[in-house]
């Protein structure tokens, strides 16, 4: 009787410690998991710590079916089995616990009601908080600056609806201070799959909000200066897509709106001629060149502007080129005016010509007198002839045509020299210039008695030119020679005309004589217009010289030249193209 007595107290102990273990693993487990969330929600890139709890959790809670499927338990053995899941469970929730506390981030467990129910040492000195006896149990909404609890609470609300949710707000820490944060939210659920907390990491991003709203503000004052500035700003690709342009730019092509423009090439507005050019521009700046140019476009009105742009590379982070950034500006009216005023200059030039004539109008009437005279001669004599002397009338003949002739080709010379007329460049021999303008001043030569030094290299490649033009220049330079040496005695009535090859790309033209000096404090204005030493001078054909010599795409200059005296210079650029049969 006594033995079953204490079989029974036994069955009834051991029945008590199932029970006991049963109820121990419940709680463990429920513990277990809500760490097992934090822990993996504030360190989800760590994987092996969130395997690692796993791992632990399985291990420190015996499945249950080893404990209903014991058919009898000994006392001894229970009691064991209790003191070892019983440590195995405190070492379990030591690992949840120190994991939680060592995350970089703070992280916060929170009730539905806003309650915090845990915090992380990061936690506390974000929030500025000595002891977590002094914040658990508080409503997270104490620290949330009033301007965001709404926000906060709608966030809370989606959370516990199932949702994710981030938020970025001000908080106001223990100690007063505010600090901008974003919080990224989870639900937290039981084994049943109920929602019982809400796991928030916060992090702080004052310095980071700080930074961006300075970068805001450097972004906004960048785009108020572009979209003020008067000129066109705009960006494009390497295709010549418009990527971006302001209202200066928009008004340029009579644009309305920025979708007139944006996403259309560049080449749809510009003057094909021109095309090329820009093409050769754009791939020089997409390596990281910059250049410039001067091109016409159509608006969308359909008019036609002059526009000229300077094109800059914009450069990524990485440090390779983006896009090209063009600065433009209108430049139609200074193209027209700069029309008007070369149509003025040739007017000009044109009465200058006919100033010089009419300077050497007493010389050109005598060089015309004599083949006239001779004309007149040969016809008397041909009057007076025997009619059976035919050799010596042919002869007389062909010396009345000769002259006619030249008396025709001076006559033709003049009027060539003087007609208004259209600048036309075109392939030029230099010898064929200099002896045409050496005709124009034979007669002032042979009755002043000076000499010319002539040296033209010989097969020399043909100048691009306006003939009438440069014969005008050599003409103003080799008159202001003549005049120089006028004076000197006749030994040194000398004037050397040179014409050689500059380069490879350009010829030069040398008229120098053995005059006096001009004075160092007046060569500087010696291409100023309505400058002049002359007391009888206008002072406008060294500046007409000067804008004739650039417009060709050459230069003019004066230079001192030890034993010569004063020596003009000017260069042509050579052409590709053979000297006209006519030449």
Known sequence: ??????????????????????????????????????????????TNVVHNISLHASHVMPEQSSVKNSPAIDSV??????????????????????????????VILQNRDGSIELVNHAGLRLLEVEQTENIVGRSIYELIDKKYCEAYSAMSKTVFDGGKACLEYEMVT??????????????????????TNLIATTRNITDTRLISQQL??????????????????????????????????????????LE?????????????????????????????????????????????????????????????????????????GRKKNEARLYQQQTELARVCRLSTMGEMASSLAHELNQPLCAVSSYAESARLLDKSA???????????????????????NIRDFVRKQTPSPEPISADSIINSVIGFVEPDRRRDMISFDLHIAAELTPVKADRVQIEQVLLNLISNAMQAVSELPHDQRK?????????????????????????????????TPFYTTKATGMGMGLSISRSIIEAHGGRIWYRTK????????????????PVSSDD
């Open 1 to 46: 009787m006594i033995n079953e007595l204490n079989i029974l107290i036994l069955f009834g102990l051991g029945l008590l410690i199932v029970v006991a273990t049963i109820s121990l693993r419940m709680r463990f487990q429920q513990r277990a998991a809500k760490y097992a969330h934090v822990v993996k929600y504030a360190d989800s890139k760590n």
């Open 77 to 106: 053995n229970t009691r064991k089995t209790m003191q070892q899941n019983n440590v195995e469970g405190e070492n379990g929730e030591s690992l949840f616990r120190s994991i939680f506390e060592s995350a970089p981030e703070c």
């Open 174 to 195: 223990f100690k007063g201070n505010h600090r901008w944060m974003r919080t990224n939210t989870v639900p937290l659920r039981n084994s049943k799959q109920e929602i």
């Open 216 to 257: 805001e503000a450097h972004r906004n004052k960048l785009q108020t200066i572009i979209e003020s500035e008067p000129e066109c700003v705009k960006l494009q690709d390497a295709g010549g897509i418009i990527m971006e342009m302001n209202p200066a730019g928009l008004s340029l092509l009579n644009a309305g709106k």
């Open 260 to 332: 007139d423009v944006i996403g259309k090439s560049i080449y749809d507005f510009m003057m094909p001629e021109y095309t090329e050019q820009y093409r050769d521009l754009t791939e020089q700046v997409f390596k990281g060149g910059r250049g410039s140019m001067e091109f016409e476009v159509v608006s969308l009105k359909g008019r036609r502007r002059w526009l000229e742009t300077h094109a800059a590379p914009l450069f990524d982070n990485a440090g390779d080129v983006s896009a090209l950034l063009a600065i433009t500006r209108d430049i139609d």
């Open 390 to 412: 035919a050799k010596e009338l042919d002869e007389l003949l062909d010396k009345i045509v000769l002259q006619s002739h030249r008396a025709t080709q001076i006559i033709k």
């Open 495 to 527: 004037i050397t005309i040179k014409v050689l090859p500059e380069s490879s790309e350009e010829i030069i033209f040398k008229v120098c004589n053995l005059g006096p000096d001009i004075a160092a404090d007046t060569v500087k204005e010696l291409f």
């Open 562 to 577: 030890p034993g010569y005296g004063a020596c003009f210079y000017f260069t042509l650029p050579m052409s590709s193209d």
